[in-house]
């Protein structure tokens, strides 16, 4: 018989693409941060966002890099004048400094960043009686 038989193959592949089409959306890697929860958010789309995350110990990241106050100013100021309407999202932890947050809201302000929103969690609803 000469000719090639490719169900296998063709199985096997499908298989695999199945595979990481489900596995791939949990491989997103995020940055531990203990995010506030409330009750009165509304859903956003962080993929139109740039994302400022601010660990408990005052570490700032931006899309999974670590930066300083400064070079996350300087970085924002270049952004802007790329794209005015820029949004950003800061995601901070429960327990950081009031006072870090204001200086992160102050910094992106100064580099010339209008819309500004914070990320928290959906606090879940108890079944009340």
Known sequence: MTE?????????????????????PMLKQGLPVDLPKTTEAEPID???????????????FLDGNRFTAEA??????????QNPDLNVLVEADGATA????VEVFNNLRKAGVAKLGLVT?????????
């Open 4 to 24: 090639l038989n490719v169900t296998s193959l063709v199985d096997v592949m499908t298989t695999l693409l199945i595979i990481f089409i489900l596995v791939a």
């Open 46 to 60: 962080q993929t139109k966002a740039a994302v400022v995350t601010i660990q408990k110990d005052g570490k700032l």
């Open 72 to 81: 996350l100013t300087t970085v924002f100021e270049m952004r802007v004048m």
């Open 98 to 101: 009031y006072s870090t947050v």
């Open 121 to 129: 969690e959906e606090e879940k609803k108890g079944t009340g009686r």
